[in-house]
Nanobody, 124 residues
Framework: QVQLVESGGGLVQAGGSLRVSCTASGRIFRLYTMGWFRQAPGKEREFVAA????????RYADSVKGRFTISRDNAEKSVYLQMNSLKPEDTAVYYCALRLSVVLTTAEHEYGYWGQGTQVTVSS
């Protein structure tokens, strides 16, 4: 069984930076895509970023383009989200997700494994 554990969330002032990490455990026999989603209070969970197995292709939500960078380390079975120029509207619980496919997608239902989430709070 695959498990995902996020870390690195916290409180930061607007304009600041934060990096969240996610590490997978368990046996994974297929190449996989990883992504980040977030859910703000009172809102539905939304796509943030995704990265293919090779790391050669990434996709971002328009709201974070140019500010967030997703990366991965396959040897560590980890994915990272570097968040710069943070805004109060970035405040949310950030979830790591894994999809057992090399095809990159932003669709939440395509990801079969999820972490428990890590809180990111940006103060104004």
């Amino acid at each position: 069984q695959v498990q995902l554990v996020e870390s690195g969330g916290g409180l930061v002032q607007a304009g600041g930076s934060l990096r969240v990490s996610c590490t997978a455990s368990g046996r994974i026999f297929r190449l996989y895509t990883m992504g980040w989603f977030r859910q703000a209070p009172g809102k539905e969970r939304e796509f943030v970023a995704a990265i293919t197995w090779s790391g050669g292709s990434t996709r971002y939500a328009d709201s974070v383009k140019g500010r967030f960078t997703i990366s991965r380390d396959n040897a560590e079975k980890s994915v990272y989200l570097q968040m710069n120029s943070l805004k109060p509207e970035d405040t949310a619980v950030y979830y790591c997700a894994l999809r057992l496919s090399v095809v990159l997608t932003t669709a939440e239902h395509e990801y079969g494994y999820w972490g428990q989430g890590t809180q990111v709070t940006v103060s104004s």
